[in-house]
């Protein structure tokens, strides 16, 4: 299959060589190298068609096939001319990830399993909700902070998602959803809520995330595109100098011990420095506020000593709390807080004067629940550790 894919394009480039009198380096490079357009927004295709040779405007139009008329081949783009669509299928691509798998939950959800060259694959989720419907996009394949509550976590982390294999899972459930850009949004927010940590992803979360924003590309504002993060603070300093997009903290206590224990990255970033981070995402030239998650666990953070303690600390910003009850995943030791507890810590929350809302679970019969999306992790790091406890074993 390979070598057939390699005898093409050595056909296409003979024929492209035939018909045109230069080729610069940066196309030898690319018809090697084939450069897979969803990776670019806007401005990266810009500079993309500058370096070909060709007006930065293409950017526009070809932002419009893919992102507006959910056109991946360069042959249907007719406002194109024939000799530069020629050029683009020889030396660019628009090349998506692929659906697995797709599930139905008997509340509407929907879950994808979108799998990627070398055998990874994540999950992504659809909730719709009457007035809403939020997909939840996932930006690494695992993840490597290991928060002690999440099944993500146990899972050991692979890579980080491509910028293309982000919007491509938007892309993805936008056309098997029958979402349409200027009809019926089936997609109404998009919440980087899925697998991974996406602050640590940066790089090809920002261009993902304005294409999600941009009118050329998806379309929705700023406050229907979340990026959550478990409490990167230099991360949140960036997303809050490059993009206009809501944030949420994925807290979970108000005390440092208790929060290092179910997510460890707190031991580098603790709270007092995390709501700092917060407060100036919040006080720059745009409006914003902030989304705080707060998982309940059952003896572990739901005591109404906790709550209190959470007024307090967040009274200094702006923001609204979510409450989200544990979502078991076999192997855990942690367990659901009962109702009466849940709605304790809701009411002693409230009086205090936040906006709190319980977050209804979704989609539980087929695992699209918060912290319950495993995919397909191919894990680097579990097995270098292995490997290195089986060589310690077989040497000591
Ligand atoms: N790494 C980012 C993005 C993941 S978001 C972050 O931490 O924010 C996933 C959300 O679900 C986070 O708020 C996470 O803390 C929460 N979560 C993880 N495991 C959970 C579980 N088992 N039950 C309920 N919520 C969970």
Same mark, same amino acid.
């Given at each position: 299959m390979?070598?057939?894919?390699?005898?093409?394009?050595?056909?296409?480039?003979?024929?492209?060589?035939?018909?045109?009198?230069?080729?610069?380096?940066?196309?030898?490079?690319?018809?090697?190298?084939?450069?897979n357009?969803l990776d670019?927004?806007?401005?990266?295709?810009?500079?993309?068609?500058?370096?070909?040779?060709?007006?930065?405007?293409?950017?526009?139009?070809?932002?419009?096939?893919?992102?507006?008329?959910?056109?991946t081949?360069?042959?249907?783009?007719?406002?194109?001319?024939?000799?530069?669509?020629?050029?683009?299928?020889?030396?660019?691509e628009i090349k998506l990830p692929e659906i697995l798998q797709e599930q139905?939950?008997?509340?509407?959800?929907v879950k994808w399993l979108i799998g990627f060259n070398g055998g990874n694959a994540v999950e992504t989720v659809?909730?719709?909700?009457?007035?809403?419907?939020?997909?939840?996009v996932s930006s690494q394949i695992g993840?490597?902070?290991?928060?002690?509550?999440?099944?993500t976590?146990?899972q050991?982390f692979a890579r980080n998602l491509t910028t293309g294999e982000i919007i491509g899972q938007v892309w993805l459930a936008?056309q098997a959803?029958?979402?349409?850009?200027?009809?019926?949004?089936?997609?109404?927010?998009?919440?980087?809520?899925g697998m991974g940590?996406?602050?640590?992803?940066?790089?090809? =979360?920002?261009?993902? #995330?304005? @294409?999600?924003?941009?009118?050329?590309?998806? $379309?929705?504002?700023? &406050?229907?595109?979340?990026?959550?993060?478990?409490?990167?603070?230099?991360?949140?300093?960036?997303?809050?100098?490059?993009?206009?997009?809501?944030?949420?903290?994925?807290?979970?206590?108000?005390?440092?011990?208790?929060?290092?224990?179910?997510?460890?990255?707190?031991?580098?970033?603790?709270?007092?420095?995390?709501?700092?981070?917060?407060?100036?995402?919040?006080?720059?030239?745009?409006?914003?506020?902030?989304?705080?998650?707060?998982?309940?666990?059952?003896?572990?953070?739901?005591?109404?000593?906790?709550?209190?303690?959470?007024?307090?600390?967040?009274?200094? =910003?702006?923001?609204? #709390?979510? @409450?989200?009850?544990?979502?078991?995943?076999? $192997?855990?030791?942690? &367990?659901?807080?009962?109702?009466?507890?849940?709605?304790?810590?809701?009411?002693?929350?409230?009086?205090?004067?936040?906006?709190?809302?319980?977050?209804?679970?979704?989609?539980?019969?087929i695992d699209a629940?918060?912290?319950?999306l495993v995919g397909k992790v191919l894990d680097r790091?579990?097995?270098?550790?292995?490997?290195?406890?089986?060589?310690?074993?077989?040497?000591?």
């Amino acid at each position: 299959m390979a070598q057939m894919d390699r005898i093409l394009q050595e056909q296409r480039l003979r024929t492209f060589l035939a018909t045109e009198s230069t080729i610069s380096p940066v196309e030898v490079n690319a018809i090697e190298n084939r450069i897979n357009l969803l990776d670019l927004d806007e401005a990266g295709l810009r500079d993309f068609f500058e370096s070909i040779g060709e007006k930065p405007f293409r950017a526009q139009q070809i932002l419009k096939w893919v992102y507006h008329h959910a056109e991946t081949d360069f042959q249907a783009m007719t406002d194109l001319g024939i000799a530069l669509r020629q050029k683009l299928s020889l030396i660019a691509e628009i090349k998506l990830p692929e659906i697995l798998q797709e599930q139905h939950s008997i509340d509407g959800t929907v879950k994808w399993l979108i799998g990627f060259n070398g055998g990874n694959a994540v999950e992504t989720v659809y909730i719709p909700e009457p007035k809403r419907g939020t997909l939840c996009v996932s930006s690494q394949i695992g993840c490597a902070l290991n928060c002690s509550f999440c099944s993500t976590g146990a899972q050991g982390f692979a890579r980080n998602l491509t910028t293309g294999e982000i919007i491509g899972q938007v892309w993805l459930a936008a056309q098997a959803l029958g979402h349409e850009r200027n009809g019926q949004r089936k997609i109404t927010n998009i919440v980087m809520m899925g697998m991974g940590e996406p602050l640590l992803n940066f790089d090809a =979360v920002l261009p993902a #995330l304005s @294409l999600m924003r941009s009118d050329l590309g998806f $379309g929705f504002a700023s &406050r229907r595109v979340t990026v959550s993060t478990a409490g990167l603070v230099p991360g949140i300093y960036r997303l809050g100098e490059h993009i206009d997009v809501a944030l949420a903290i994925s807290l979970h206590s108000p005390f440092d011990e208790v929060r290092t224990e179910l997510v460890p990255l707190n031991r580098k970033y603790p709270i007092a420095q995390l709501m700092q981070a917060c407060r100036d995402f919040v006080s720059e030239k745009y409006k914003r506020t902030v989304t705080f998650e707060y998982t309940l666990i059952d003896g572990v953070n739901d005591h109404p000593e906790h709550a209190r303690k959470l007024v307090k600390l967040l009274r200094t =910003v702006p923001s609204k #709390l979510n @409450l989200i009850p544990f979502n078991p995943f076999p $192997g855990t030791r942690y &367990r659901c807080s009962s109702q009466d507890r849940i709605s304790q810590f809701q009411e002693i929350v409230m009086q205090g004067g936040l906006i709190a809302t319980v977050r209804k679970t979704r989609g539980e019969d087929i695992d699209a629940a918060c912290g319950q999306l495993v995919g397909k992790v191919l894990d680097r790091t579990k097995r270098s550790e292995r490997i290195k406890l089986q060589r310690a074993e077989t040497t000591s």
